[in-house]
């Protein structure tokens, strides 16, 4: 349908878009240098220079610019001038923090790219100017989330480092080649021995309980088919096992 409203030999928006991103590769913008935040968290002063940083790239500078009324303009405007300033260095740091995490190199990792995204928007927005950094998991509208759909616990194997599993590993491998050894194997047969000699009273008290309730079940129910005679007559065999 889009396509029939297009006048013969005009492009659409879509391939007008497509042809500048071609010409800006090639004049090679600068990249957005990352924040490294979880060294210093968000600076404040980082919060005023997202905007320029991205100006400075582009070649324009801040104080010749003239704002399009955000509800008048037109998307394309609205986007390069209110959002793509803020978003596009998110995206950068993103990609930073993914290669950081070695979501290139892995399959899974316990990176979350929009939980990344939400924490440094939320952190660089210019409402919160001088404002204490807010973990991930702190922010208010995530917390309530959260409270409301808990995720699932993240494995083991993606919360530690390398060296944290490799020490794992070979504390485990240790640990069985010495329970391997015969006198090794000896001594844990000696304890599990010992074991069941200590708990002897609890297996004979546990057996007479056995014993007694098969008798009071027995005593029970002969008592229901003779009536209260017959358990004058059984009572001094329940009196002798207690």
């Not at 297996?203 to 027995?218: G, I, L, T, Y």
Request: proline share 7%; glycine share 2%; charged share 30%.
């Amino acid at each position: 349908m889009a396509r029939d409203n297009v006048a013969p030999g005009s492009k659409s928006l879509w391939e007008q878009i497509c042809k500048e991103y071609e010409e800006e590769l090639l004049t090679a913008p600068k990249i957005v240098q990352p924040v490294n935040r979880f060294a210093t968290h968000v600076p404040q002063d980082k919060v005023t220079d997202v905007e320029e940083t991205w100006l400075s790239d582009s070649g324009i500078a801040s104080e010749h610019i003239i704002r399009p009324d955000p509800k008048t303009c037109y998307p394309r405007e609205y986007l390069e001038t209110y959002i793509f300033p803020f978003l596009l260095p998110a995206l950068a740091e993103m990609l930073h923090e993914a290669e950081k995490e070695k979501c290139f190199e892995r399959k899974r990792t316990k990176f979350i790219a929009c939980d990344f995204l939400t924490e440094w928007l939320y952190n660089f927005n210019p409402k919160r100017k001088d404002k204490a950094f807010v973990n991930f998991l702190n922010i208010p509208f995530v917390a309530k989330r959260l409270k409301e759909h808990p995720r699932p616990p993240i494995p083991l194997s993606l919360l530690i480092s390398e060296e944290e599993a490799a020490l794992i590993i070979q504390s485990f491998w240790r640990g069985y080649r010495v329970r391997c050894s015969s006198e090794i194997q000896e001594l844990r047969k000696w304890q599990k021995q010992l074991r069941e000699v200590k708990h002897i009273n609890l297996k004979v008290k546990k057996f007479w309980d056995m014993q007694e309730a098969k008798v009071r079940k027995k005593f029970k129910k002969a008592s229901d088919r003779t009536g209260p005679s017959s358990s004058k007559t059984l009572s001094p065999l329940a009196e002798d096992l207690h």
